[in-house]
C-alpha cells in the first residue's frame, strides 16, 4: 500500500454513537470519520456535547450505544471500554498542565522515559526543532511565553508518536493575537509529524484556520461532517446556516421553480430549489451578499452600526421588519448613521434556502 492509500484509510471512526450521564444522553447517534493525517474539528456552542465526544474517544467516558474505532479496532462499545492509557492517543488539555518543577525538555520526554536514553535525546531534540524551542530546553514553563507553553504541551503529546491526538479547546486561554499566530504553528506541526487530530472549539475562526473537516455540533448531534468551505456556502441545516459566519434569514414565498419573492424583490436560483409555489421559505443572506446600489428601487434603515477596525457591520431593517447584516471598508470616506435610509440589493451566486 502506497503513502497516499495509507493517508486516505479510515484512521477514527464513530459509528452511531451515544454517550449520557445517568439518564441524560449527552451525545446522540454520532457517526463520523477521520482519516489518517487529517485534522478535524468539533465546532458548535458551549453545552452542545464536544468536550464529551473528545472525552469518550480518550477513553474517559463509557460510551450508552454504538462504537469508536482507531485503527480500525474497537476501543469503545456499550459493553467495554479500553483504558485510556492503552488508546495510542495523545492529549493537549485547555490548561496545558506543563509539570513546573521540569524543563522543557523534561517534560516532553515524560511520555518516553522509558525508552532507551538515546532515543529520548534524539525524540527530544527532533521534537525541539520541529517545535522551534531549542534554544529554551534547559528553561522551565514560567519561563517562556503562553504560546511557547503551548508548542511545548503539544510535543509532549507527540512524543510517544500517538495514532491520534485529541486537543481540548488548547488556544482559549491565550489572547486573540496570540491565538491568530499559535493556529497556523500548530497545524503545521501537526501535518509535519504526520499525525491526525482532532480538536474541540466554539471558536469558528480557529476552526476553518486549523481542520480539513468540521463537525457542527448542536445539543448533541453532529450537523454537518464537512470542509469549512462546504459548511460555510452548503449548510447541511438551518442551525448550521445561522451558526456559521454573519448572516440572517430572508423571508420569501417560492414564486417558480427557481425564484423566490422577497421583500428585495425576485431573488433568482441557478439550479430548481424545489419547493413547490407559494411555500414560505427563508433564504438566508450572508453579510457579503449585501451590497449599496444607487439604482435600486428597494431600500433599508440602518438600525445599529458597530466598527471592527478594518470595516464597520451594520444592521438594516426591510420595510417588513425584516433585518440584514452589510459592511463597508472602514477607510471609505462616507459612512452611514444609525436611521439613515440607503438603496440595497442581493449579490448572490448560490442562494440558500431553507422552509419556514
Known amino acids: ?36 493525517g487529517d485534522i478535524g474539528c468539533l465546532l ?85 526543532t520541529l517545535i522551534e524551542l531549542c534554544a529554551y530546553a534547559k528553561l522551565y514553563p514560567h519561563q517562556i511565553s503562553g504560546g511557547q507553553q503551548q508548542r511545548v504541551a ?58 480539513d473537516k468540521i463537525a457542527i455540533m448542536d445539543s448533541g448531534e453532529i450537523h454537518q461532517w464537512d470542509s469549512a468551505y462546504n459548511s460555510y456556502h452548503y449548510p447541511a441545516s438551518r442551525f448550521v446556516a445561522s451558526f456559521i459566519g454573519e448572516s440572517k434569514f430572508l423571508p420569501g414565498v417560492a414564486s417558480c421553480d427557481y425564484c423566490i419573492e422577497t421583500e428585495l424583490g425576485k431573488l433568482a436560483k441557478q439550479t430548481p430549489h424545489g419547493f413547490t409555489k407559494g411555500t414560505d421559505v427563508d433564504v438566508l443572506i450572508r453579510v457579503e451578499d449585501v451590497c449599496c446600489a444607487a439604482d435600486s428601487i428597494h431600500s433599508a434603515t440602518v438600525i445599529n452600526k458597530d466598527f471592527h477596525g478594518s470595516y464597520y457591520k451594520y444592521e438594516l431593517q426591510l420595510k417588513d421588519r425584516s433585518t440584514l447584516y452589510y459592511s463597508t471598508n472602514a477607510k471609505q470616506q462616507q459612512q452611514h448613521t444609525i436611521g439613515a435610509s440607503i438603496p440595497v440589493q442581493i449579490n448572490s451566486q448560490n442562494l440558500v434556502i431553507f422552509k419556514r
Do not use: W
Open 44 to 128: 458548535g456552542p458551549s453545552g452542545c456535547g464536544k468536550s464529551t465526544l473528545l472525552r469518550a474517544i480518550a477513553g474517559f467516558e463509557p460510551a450508552r450505544a454504538g462504537n469508536i474505532q482507531l485503527t480500525e479496532q474497537i476501543i469503545s462499545d456499550s459493553n467495554n471500554t479500553l483504558a485510556p492509557e492503552l488508546r495510542n492517543i495523545g492529549m493537549v488539555f485547555q490548561d496545558i498542565s506543563l509539570f513546573p518543577h521540569l524543563s522543557i525538555e523534561q517534560n516532553i520526554a515524560f511520555g518516553i522515559k522509558s525508552q532507551p536514553k538515546k532515543y529520548i535525546q534524539a525524540r527530544v531534540k527532533q521534537l525541539l
Open 1 to 36: 500500500m502506497n503513502a497516499a492509500e495509507q493517508l486516505s484509510k479510515p484512521l477514527l471512526t464513530l459509528n452511531n454513537l451515544s454517550i449520557a450521564y445517568g439518564t441524560k444522553t449527552i451525545v446522540k447517534d454520532i457517526s463520523l470519520t477521520l482519516n489518517k
Open 154 to 211: 503539544l510535543a509532549r503529546a507527540l512524543a510517544p508518536q500517538p495514532a491520534l491526538i485529541l486537543l481540548d479547546e488548547p488556544f482559549s486561554g491565550l489572547d486573540a493575537k496570540l491565538r491568530e499566530s499559535l493556529v497556523p504553528q500548530v497545524k503545521a506541526i501537526l501535518k509535519k509529524e504526520q499525525v491526525s487530530a482532532l480538536m474541540v472549539s466554539h471558536d469558528q475562526g480557529e476552526a476553518f484556520a486549523i481542520a
